[in-house]
């Protein structure tokens, strides 16, 4: 990542939160919530840019060695955020828990209750669950399972649930690595893990006891396990088995996930290029996973895209829109605007949205307000994003990626047309291979690699660059205006 990207980032940031702390002084966001994203900025352009320098490049020269190199990066900047989040909340709220803690509540009551009755001896722990929680989703009984084993083992503690958590996020910035060098080669496969390693917003959720971590991790495990099975010469039957169970295990952690997941290897065992899937290939891994699939989980994948597709046809998301615009804040407040939200706004918009909160028009919305530095990252590299897609498609080459590009454009459509499409949080299972594409896009600019659109040359992208850049500033202030006009407070 050359430095007249992270310098133009870097800019635009301090410039957008300069205009909108001096247009809407009255509701300026907090000192530390302008630290976290100063900070979140700062680590990840500068230290991005020190980590893909050739220096840095001759530090690692081999694949072990940058795969460890990566996971201890990854992993000490989560374990800082989640100890300043433990402490944070231990000070200010009394509890691991923290703000907004619904959810986080709710796992750990009944993470409890799994450990309890480990502690009696009793092994049905889902028996358990339902017990207490008839009405509770499959897709959050995995995760509290997850959780109350690990407080069987470790005396309910929360603190190594996010240890654990930085482990694991650590390790998913691994497997990125080694997916997108087995799809793009060693330089962008660098890139990419290094992206996820400073991305500020998978730190947070290691220091919350919400299930995003957990979840990025199956997804990117999946579809690691899943292109390598694929792509390899050796191909074994058995291979396919436990690909099977980690989109099992999807079910249990987010329906709509391990859906995507079923159908984007069926999508691509069918449709990948012939120079990656043989045609006996295509047939042996077709028929088993056909078969598997239909023996374990055809009733349950059945009922749950039927009730997906209902609640689409059922305009739930307007619907829940409209409550949105007559919901009252904790400031008495309501956003007229948000009606307007849907489909046909957050589509084009998928791979930048959230934009970055960089007003405080009441006391809430804490996690917006922290991770604003982290969307706004997103916003830039999002610019990446969309070009590497144009080039995949202009040049035919989409089929030689389609396991991870089915897998992420398959969930960010389930995420345009529920009522979560502008929510951070929701985002996270899709953003790896978003910056492993975003990765791509790089190295499509700084090769100055020509496109079929009138681009062609690397002086060219820059200027474009530039472009996204500026359309990246009047997005933040937009944001800000459309969050404090809604509300009638300007």
């Not at 207490?132 to 995760?143: A, E, F, L, R």
């Not at 890139?191 to 996820?196: D, E, K, R, S």
């Not at 007559?326 to 589509?347: L, M």
């Not at 929510?423 to 100055?448: D, K, N, T, W």
Request: charged share 15%; aromatic share 16%; glycine share 6%.
């Amino acid at each position: 990542m050359p430095k007249w990207i992270s310098n133009k980032a870097l800019l635009v940031y301090f410039l957008a939160l300069l205009v909108v702390s001096a247009i809407y002084n009255a509701y300026l966001l907090p000192w530390y919530y302008m630290l976290s994203g100063i900070l979140s900025i700062f680590v990840f352009f500068y230290f991005g840019n020190s980590l893909t320098s050739k220096r840095s490049a001759l530090k690692c020269p081999s694949s072990k060695r940058f795969e460890k190199h990566i996971f201890w990066v990854a992993f000490v900047w989560r374990f800082i955020w989640m100890t300043i989040i433990y402490a944070v909340f231990m000070q200010y709220y009394g509890d691991a828990l923290g703000f907004d803690n619904l959810d986080s509540a709710a796992y750990n009551w009944l993470a409890e209750i799994v450990a309890d009755s480990l502690r009696e001896g009793n092994i049905h722990v889902y028996d358990e669950i339902i017990k207490n929680d008839p009405k509770i989703d499959i897709s959050d009984v995995g995760y509290a399972i997850y959780v109350g084993f690990v407080y069987y083992l470790s005396g309910s503690s929360i603190f190594v649930v996010r240890l654990l958590k930085c482990a694991i996020s650590a390790f998913t910035c691994v497997l990125v690595y080694r997916l997108a060098v087995r799809n793009f080669g060693e330089d962008v496969g660098r890139v990419a893990a290094i992206f996820c390693a400073l991305w500020p917003n998978f730190c947070y959720y290691c220091g919350t006891l919400l299930k995003e971590t957990e979840m990025v991790f199956l997804s990117v495990l999946f579809v690691e396990q899943a292109d390598q099975m694929l792509r390899t010469r050796n191909f074994s039957a058995w291979k396919v088995v436990p690909i099977l169970l980690i989109s099992g295990a999807l079910f249990t952690i987010r329906t709509p996930l391990a859906i995507v997941s079923i159908l984007c290897l069926l999508f691509s065992i069918f449709m990948s290029s012939t120079r990656i899937v043989s045609w006996g290939k295509r047939i042996a891994i077709g028929v088993l996973a056909v078969g598997l699939i239909g023996v374990t989980m055809g009733n349950r994948i059945q009922e749950e895209a039927n009730g997906l597709m209902a609640k689409v046809s059922s305009g739930e998301q307007q619907k829940n829109m409209e409550w949105r615009a007559v919901r009252v804040d904790a400031a008495g407040h309501q956003n007229k605007f948000a009606k307007y939200a849907g489909a046909a706004v957050f589509a084009p918009l998928i791979f930048s949205i959230p934009f970055p909160t960089m007003v405080s028009p009441y006391d809430g919305q804490y996690v917006q307000k922290l991770l604003h530095g982290g969307n706004f990252i997103k916003n830039i590299l999002s610019g990446f994003t969309i070009l590497a897609l144009f080039a995949m498609l202009f040049s035919g080459q989409w089929r030689d990626h389609l396991l991870p590009l089915s897998f992420m454009l398959g969930y960010v459509v389930v995420l345009v047309m529920s009522v979560f499409a502008q929510s951070e949080r929701f985002h996270q299972p899709a953003m790896p291979f978003e910056f492993m594409f975003a990765a791509y896009g790089l190295s499509i600019v700084l090769q100055g690699i020509p496109l079929k659109i009138g681009i062609g040359n690397r002086a060219t992208y820059k200027r474009w660059f530039t472009y996204w850049c500026v359309f990246t500033f009047f997005a933040a202030l937009v944001w800000s205006w459309f969050k404090l006009a809604g509300r009638g407070l300007v």
